[in-house]
């Protein structure tokens, strides 16, 4: 077996669009494994943009109220209360202004990284267990799997032997030993 081992998990739920690996190739750190299918990130994207452009003209309408206020204020033509309530209000919408660019940024994470499952190392593909139009769920579930397992170095290897009761006794540590793979 190999001496350490990668398991690699999506970090996202979604169905497989499409595999780039197969058993036994080689693969490079960062390079694609599988693409999930986004078609629902990129309508929520479109809300998203929808949102921030919603939230962006409130807090500007909200600016320009409060710019308002504060002139007339500096003329005693306002009272505090409302001046008060503007800069309130202002603040709200700055927050809401805050969450919508946030919430187009967690999209455009899911898109840009989450949906490319990518190697973590330089390695080979042990074990696929990644095909087109399956569904997998997110690392962190207990119910996700491993997609894919890739070992980082298939020149050290652990090899483990069964050694019969009569000759155990003679085996030694640092001891040279000849072994025989069957292949088929």
Request: charged residues 25%; negative net charge.
């Amino acid at each position: 077996e190999p001496v350490s081992t990668v398991s690699v998990l999506a970090e996202m739920s979604g169905r497989i669009e499409k595999v780039y690996a197969d058993y036994n190739e080689p693969v490079r750190k960062g390079q694609v494994l599988v693409s999930l299918n986004t078609d629902m990130l990129r309508l929520q994207r479109l809300q998203a943009l929808a949102d921030l452009s919603k939230a962006e003209a409130n807090h500007a309408l909200q600016l320009l109220d409060f710019q308002n206020k504060s002139k007339l204020a500096e003329k005693g033509l306002v009272s505090d209360y409302d001046l008060a309530s503007s800069k309130s209000s202002l603040a709200i919408y700055e927050a809401s202004l805050n969450s919508a660019k946030a919430a187009l940024e967690i999209i455009d994470t899911k898109l840009n990284q989450y949906a490319l499952i990518k190697s973590p190392i330089d390695g080979i593909v042990l074990d696929r267990a990644a095909e087109p139009g399956q569904s997998v769920v997110e690392g962190s579930s207990s119910n996700a799997t491993s997609l894919f397992t890739l070992a980082e170095d298939l020149v050290n290897m652990e090899i483990k032997a069964e050694v019969d009761e009569l000759d155990i006794g003679s085996v030694k540590v640092g001891q040279a030993v000849l072994f025989t793979i069957d292949s088929k």
